[in-house]
């Protein structure tokens, strides 16, 4: 299996511009989670999804962020408008089952200027 | 409040010599799962171990080994004969299961760097 996998790898953009990251769960897992991690407040869960239902959306940091997943084989993270305190590397994980490790995709690093 | 403590921020030591990273977890599930994933520079998170709560058996995998004590909420990591290469940060993290949340809590992490 090719892993979770996540696009961009990397974004620039600029404040008030929307953001759109991409993530690829692996095939057969049905928990997948979106993490963010800053030097400021470590690794932090934004929402995790199970079959496809959002289940835990209260570390999203507010209404300009929004996530969805429309299927079992994608979703997305969505920032609009952005702005410079986004700027962070946002992870996309799945796991087989609630209780399994979460498998880890290798990040977008976004910056917002 | 902070479910996984993690005290120590960084340790570095020389090559060979071993070292263990400190976790202490808080939580009121009794039934509950323990991970330690390593992020090397590149940046990715690899997955290390699992635990549940019901089992206190020590893990030892190559040079990596785990100590779980439920009696002092710990689930500490050890690696022997430290190379460069273990060079990362290491977080520890706890899923609650048993109150059915199942997103992982990471502590703050611990920044090993071993000097050849």
């Known amino acids: 299996d090719a892993g979770v996998i996540q696009s961009p790898r990397h974004e620039v953009t600029e404040m008030g511009q929307e953001v759109t990251l991409r993530c690829k769960p692996i095939?057969?897992?049905?928990?997948l989670f979106w993490y963010r991690q800053t030097m400021m407040r470590g690794l932090e869960l934004l929402i995790y999804?199970?079959?496809?239902?959002?289940?835990?959306d209260s570390g999203m940091p507010e209404d300009r962020f929004s996530a969805k997943m429309p299927n079992a084989s994608f979703s997305t993270l969505k920032i609009q408008p952005s702005e410079p305190r986004d700027s962070a590397v946002y992870f996309c994980?799945?796991?087989?089952?609630?209780?399994?490790?979460?498998?880890f995709g290798q990040g977008t690093r976004l910056t917002v200027v | 409040a902070q479910k996984v403590t993690q005290a120590q921020t960084e340790i570095s030591v020389v090559e060979k010599e071993d070292v263990t990273l400190d976790c202490v977890y808080e939580?009121?599930?009794?039934?509950?799962?323990l991970f330690w994933y390593k992020q090397p520079p590149s940046g990715e998170l690899v997955f290390l171990i699992r635990r549940n709560s019901f089992d206190e058996q020590n893990e030892i995998s190559g040079r990596y080994s785990w100590n779980f004590q439920k009696s002092t909420s710990s689930f500490n990591f050890t690696i022997t004969a430290s190379q460069v290469v273990d060079s990362a940060v290491y977080f520890c993290a706890l899923s609650e299961a048993g109150l059915n949340d199942y997103k992982l809590s990471f502590g703050t992490g611990t920044t090993v760097t071993v000097r050849a």
């Open positions: 095939s057969g897992h049905d928990y």
């Open positions: 939580t009121r599930d009794t039934t509950y799962y």
């Open positions: 999804f199970n079959n496809n239902v959002p289940i835990d």
């Open positions: 994980a799945s796991s087989l089952a609630g209780v399994t490790e979460a498998f």
